[in-house]
């Protein structure tokens, strides 16, 4: 057994969760809007029009939508099988910046499509003179589940790791277990690891009961063909160093959203 599997079942016995990395690639033609992606056309058949941002009534920015069909293990309440996020593109909307919970009005919703005929797929209306955020390119996703911990490495671990790994390995093999700085879904949000200190961690973790489910990175590098990018103009917008969104299920199924900033 090689050292990785090692790890990996020891590390799952103890405290590893898994986590499924979405890791998002540039479409290279449109995606179907039955299928799971970020940006480019949504699945509108269950609106009546665009929605729109409920602080300023801008029309909103689809960020994201996951189907129970790709991923089953996501959370989706009752009879739901359709997952979507849209973000206020408004730099002016008055949600904007207010303290750690800071940045665009994020907004989910939760549907139940039966796969059959498509409506007219809806189109945002824009207000050229507005101070908009663009939409950011079109992306598929070649999930991939791994193995992660919190960030906390047993001492037998730990010292397996420095017994068997040479000096240039081992930064790579406790990188393993730390949270995944990706767009991913369940395993440890990585604010865990490295966060700004003016977030108040307590208040978060120890309010209500919740399960972290999804998390958005703005620096997730996203890849396509021999192009490396990344989507910090965009998701969600700012032009700070690390700026993450979390999405937690409360024990009422319902999700409620936490962006922060972190420093790297
Ligand atoms: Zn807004």
Redesign the pocket.
């Known amino acids: 057994m090689d050292i990785y599997s090692k790890y990996k079942l020891k590390s799952i016995r103890f405290m590893g969760r898994e986590t499924t990395l979405l890791n998002p690639i540039i479409a290279k033609r449109e995606i179907d809007t039955f299928n799971s992606k970020m940006s480019g056309k949504p699945n509108t058949n269950h609106f009546k029009d665009w929605p729109l ?6 029309p ?1 920015n689809f960020i994201l939508q996951l189907y129970k069909k790709d991923f089953p293990n996501f959370h989706f309440p009752d009879n739901k099988n359709l997952f979507q996020i849209f973000s ?3 730099f002016d ?4 910046d207010t303290g750690y919970y800071s940045g ?2 994020l907004h989910y919703y939760f549907f139940h499509e039966e796969f059959g005929e498509k409506k007219e797929i809806l189109q945002p209306e824009i207000d050229t003179n507005a101070n908009l955020q663009n939409p950011f390119p079109e992306l598929f996703f070649l999930p991939r589940k791994q193995f992660e911990t919190s960030g906390f490495i047993p001492d037998f671990i730990f010292e397996d790791i420095l017994e068997q790994t040479n000096r240039e390995e081992r930064e790579e093999k406790i990188m393993e277990f730390l949270p995944k700085i990706q767009t991913k879904i369940f395993g440890y949000e990585h604010f865990l690891h490295n966060v700004d200190e003016s977030v108040n961690i307590d208040e978060i973790s120890n309010s209500e009961p919740k399960q972290f489910v999804l998390q958005i990175v703005s620096h997730e590098m996203y890849k396509h063909k021999h192009h490396i990018g990344d989507l910090s103009q965009w998701v969600p917008y700012s032009n700070l160093p690390l700026y993450n969104t979390y999405i937690y299920q409360e024990i009422n199924n319902r999700y409620n959203f936490h962006s922060y900033i972190e420093y790297s």
Do not use: I, S
């Open positions: 941002c409920e602080e300023c009534g801008v909103m206020c593109r408004n909307c008055p949600h904007y665009l009005k």
